[in-house]
């Protein structure tokens, strides 16, 4: 008997189950499982029957089993052999319905029907159909095919223009595209920080160092760096706000070294890094590394007995 095709009422255990039935289409009797197949035939009427008798069709005497050449010939007219010493051919010219899935044949269709609808019916004969499906959803190749085939979805170019007249709380106010935009056509807003934009005790540490490097705006005086504590432990000075260690490790007395030398000076040849033995032992002589004494011998000692007596 000839294998029945697939139901039309969606078995309870695929109810929350879903495939794609786009994906890999053209071969879905090889490749796709008994559950796909079911649940896309409920679903959207793909691989409602056992077998794809347009699958292979050139290759059948290759790659049919006995049951599927049956079943297309039968219930198909595909196929069938003729009782001639000639190549297994077809007895009735086979079609497709080309009004079916219309909407959809460049995911739903398969290569033969694509092909066979284009030569009849004008369908499907591009490589992508450029009023289906959303754009965000296209593949690159697609929206460079629907652009340079039809003109259609192509990118544009649009020029944002901006007020850089408006200068005043730039620093804020503008976003990041703007800053660049007025940088690079007016001149403005190209500074990492407003100098002139709120009061200095308002600006972050960040902001207060900047201006006074870059504008000299600002900058702490001698009465003002007093107020500062610049007693230094260690490398306390590491956490120190800018400004505090601007001065302190300036002219404020403080010694800002980059490493602690005295801390774990005991296994420094262990527990420093390279860079740290290196700075102490150049800027403070300690934990240089030991040096090897190189063995000497006595050469004319035992000279004559050399061969037996010498290690």
Known sequence: PLPPAFSVALPAGLNNMHFDCSSNIEHWETTWTTQQKEWCCVTEGHACHPYDCFEDLEERHEKWDAAKTAYCCQEKSIGCAKSTTLPLVTTTPFSYDCEAGKLNWEA??????????????????????????????????????????????????????????????WEVAWSESQKVYCCDTHGVGCDAHDCNEGTPDTWTTDKQSWCCQQKQIDCPSTSQAVAYNCDNVGSAWKSWPKPQQDYCCGSGGAQCDPYDCTAGLNNAEVGWSVEQVGWCCKNKNLGCPSTTVVASYDCNAGIANYEAGWS
């Open 108 to 169: 739903g269709w398969s290569v033969g029907k694509k092909e066979w609808c284009c030569s009849k019916t004008g369908v499907g004969c591009d490589a992508y159909d450029c009023q289906e499906g959303a754009e965000a959803s296209w593949t690159i190749e697609k929206k460079a095919w629907c652009c340079d085939e039809k003109s259609f979805n192509c990118p544009t170019t649009t020029v944002v223009s901006y007020d850089c007249t408006s200068a005043s709380n």
